[in-house]
């Protein structure tokens, strides 16, 4: 079973900056696509940032210039640089992959700006 665990959220006042991490229990050179989502309270699940083993990366509009994803190392794949953070930005981030054609999802972390 393919767990993965997010870290890094919490508390940040707008314009400041948080890394989220993703924690995997399957090795990086299984996964194919990883990606964040966010959910906000009342909203949809939408799509932030996801990266491809190739390298090739997708940002949401909202995000662009402000959000980085990276691939990490074999423990920790894939994070989440946020700078600039708005208001706007707060909901609960997911972590997801792809492996084998087959999706898997943490369980969030909640991120909070205020202005």
């Known amino acids: 079973q393919v767990q993965l665990v997010e870290s890094g959220g919490g508390l940040v006042q707008a314009g400041g900056s948080l890394r989220l991490s993703c924690v995997a229990s399957v090795s990086i050179f299984d996964i194919d696509v990883m990606g964040w989502y966010r959910q906000a309270p009342g909203k949809q699940r939408e799509l932030v940032a996801t990266?491809?083993?190739?390298?090739?990366?997708n940002y949401a509009d909202s995000v662009k210039g402000r959000f980085t994803i990276s691939r990490g190392n074999a423990k920790i794949p894939v994070y989440l640089q946020m700078n600039s953070l708005k208001p706007d930005d707060t909901a609960v981030y997911y972590c997801t992959i792809e492996v084998r054609a087959y999706d898997y999802w943490g369980q969030g972390t909640q991120v909070t700006v205020s202005s």
């Open positions: 990266t491809t083993r190739g390298g090739s990366t």
